[in-house]
């Protein structure tokens, strides 16, 4: 779990942001950005904060749940007749600073027009990308939390391969696959599991449907656990039920090269697009750079995707503390997919590879 002494940490992190955009004060919008700061997991719910101030906007649903998670926060929770938008509206309206931002990208549109004709004073300014830089660079508690994720879900991978017939289909397969990561501590899966089978893996975000495992002699699984600390994992491997065939031999070799070569370039410092590169690098070298149509990773944390890009037109740069996936894969129409998922700690010197499962194809044949 993370420790209630972060949360104050990172409120004096943005805080030196907010300082530094000559911002006095903001209205955090997004529920996963106000749970970062606040450790708060509820939802409906918004945090003001200025350089000397902070509330927490809610309702009375979460009032014993705030007093609970948030007891150093104070709290201002609106009457049934009153919306989230007057509250906050009537909060800001007291503040004695001229100007307040708001998280633009985490409302909609007729939200923030409604909520600027309510405040005269002060101006009310639409920002972004204030808390997720902060996101991306995990602290100790964080990266615990990611190493557990990263356990169930590799145990629940696990539980599958002893679970799977050939009579399931992806649907039952993906219960299966769920169900052994809550057995391991998962509070849930970290995000809609993906289990294709054959053809179907060329689709790189396939939902698991009523395809039947032995449809085709491999299928592909991307999956990930979260933690009761909210936190969560992203693997993807692929499980042979059938023969290897010389084409899926020589792609997964392929796309493991691949992934190797990017993940050697991962060092404080690199741009993401360097690491993106020697990943394609290696599929021109063999042919196959046109099937590879997607980023080589991202950061993830209490998201499955964060802030921190893998990909041809990123503008980052790693930094120790981020947690990132290396996915490269390759995708036949007609034939299907290939994909290889690590996550990977990026540390002072170098890397780490956080994730254990073997990579070799032949580590998850299974024989029925």
Same mark, same amino acid.
């Given at each position: 779990?993370?420790?209630?002494s972060?949360?104050p940490?990172?409120r004096?992190?943005?805080?030196?942001?907010?300082k530094?955009d000559?911002?006095?004060?903001?209205?955090?919008?997004? *529920?996963?950005?106000?749970?970062?700061?606040t =450790?708060?997991t509820?939802?409906s719910?918004w945090?003001l904060?200025?350089?000397?101030?902070?509330?927490?906007?809610s309702?009375?649903?979460f009032?014993?749940?705030?007093?609970e998670?948030?007891?150093?926060?104070?709290?201002?929770?609106?009457p049934?007749q009153?919306?989230l938008?007057?509250?906050?509206a009537?909060?800001?309206?007291g503040? @004695?600073?001229?100007?307040?931002?708001?998280?633009?990208?985490?409302?909609?549109y007729?939200?923030a027009?409604?909520? *600027? *004709?309510a405040v005269?004073t002060p101006?009310?300014?639409?920002?972004?990308?204030?808390?997720?830089?902060l996101?991306?660079i995990?602290?100790?508690?964080?990266? +615990?939390?990611?190493?557990?994720?990263?356990?169930?879900?590799e145990?629940?991978f696990?539980y599958?391969?002893?679970?799977?017939?050939?009579?399931m289909?992806?649907l039952t397969?993906?219960?299966?696959l769920?169900?052994?990561m809550?057995?391991?501590?998962?509070?849930?899966?970290?995000?809609d599991?993906?289990?294709?089978?054959?053809?179907?893996?060329?689709l790189?975000?396939?939902?698991?449907?009523? @395809?039947r495992?032995?449809?085709?002699?491999?299928?592909?699984?991307?999956?990930?656990a +979260?933690?009761?600390g909210?936190y969560?994992?992203?693997?993807?491997?692929?499980?042979?039920?059938?023969?290897?065939?010389s084409k899926?031999?020589?792609?997964?070799?392929?796309?493991?090269?691949?992934?190797q070569?990017?993940?050697?370039?991962?060092r404080? =410092?690199?741009?993401a697009?360097?690491?993106?590169?020697?990943?394609r690098?290696?599929?021109?070298q063999?042919?196959?750079?046109d099937h590879?149509?997607? =980023?080589l990773?991202?950061?993830f944390?209490?998201?499955?995707h964060?802030?921190t890009?893998?990909?041809?037109?990123?503008?980052?740069?790693?930094?120790?503390?981020?947690?990132?996936?290396? *996915?490269?894969?390759v995708?036949?129409?007609?034939w299907? =997919?290939?994909?290889?998922?690590?996550?990977?700690?990026?540390t002072?010197?170098?890397?780490?590879?956080?994730?254990s499962?073997?990579?070799?194809?032949?580590?998850?044949?299974?024989?029925?």
């Amino acid at each position: 779990m993370i420790s209630s002494s972060r949360y104050p940490t990172r409120r004096e992190k943005l805080r030196k942001v907010m300082k530094k955009d000559k911002l006095p004060a903001v209205l955090i919008c997004n *529920e996963v950005n106000v749970r970062y700061l606040t =450790g708060f997991t509820g939802d409906s719910s918004w945090l003001l904060l200025t350089a000397d101030r902070e509330v927490i906007l809610s309702d009375g649903r979460f009032t014993t749940q705030l007093e609970e998670e948030c007891p150093d926060i104070p709290m201002a929770i609106r009457p049934v007749q009153q919306t989230l938008l007057q509250l906050a509206a009537e909060q800001i309206r007291g503040l @004695s600073v001229s100007v307040c931002g708001f998280e633009a990208t985490a409302i909609s549109y007729d939200v923030a027009t409604h909520l *600027e *004709e309510a405040v005269d004073t002060p101006d009310l300014i639409p920002v972004k990308g204030l808390v997720e830089p902060l996101r991306a660079i995990k602290d100790p508690d964080e990266i +615990r939390e990611i190493r557990e994720a990263i356990r169930q879900a590799e145990k629940g991978f696990d539980y599958l391969k002893a679970s799977l017939t050939a009579e399931m289909t992806e649907l039952t397969a993906s219960f299966a696959l769920e169900e052994g990561m809550r057995r391991f501590g998962a509070i849930c899966t970290g995000f809609d599991s993906i289990i294709a089978v054959g053809e179907r893996a060329a689709l790189p975000h396939a939902r698991p449907g009523l @395809s039947r495992c032995d449809q085709a002699p491999f299928l592909l699984v991307d999956w990930g656990a +979260r933690t009761a600390g909210g936190y969560v994992s992203d693997l993807t491997r692929m499980i042979i039920t059938g023969s290897i065939s010389s084409k899926l031999q020589r792609l997964y070799e392929v796309v493991k090269k691949s992934q190797q070569a990017a993940i050697e370039k991962i060092r404080p =410092g690199v741009a993401a697009t360097e690491v993106d590169r020697a990943a394609r690098v290696v599929m021109e070298q063999h042919g196959v750079a046109d099937h590879f149509n997607h =980023g080589l990773g991202h950061g993830f944390g209490l998201q499955v995707h964060e802030s921190t890009r893998l990909s041809p037109n990123s503008a980052d740069v790693l930094s120790p503390g981020m947690v990132i996936t290396v *996915e490269p894969g390759v995708y036949y129409p007609g034939w299907g =997919g290939i994909r290889l998922e690590d996550d990977i700690l990026v540390t002072r010197d170098g890397h780490e590879v956080l994730s254990s499962l073997p990579r070799e194809l032949e580590s998850h044949c299974l024989r029925w």
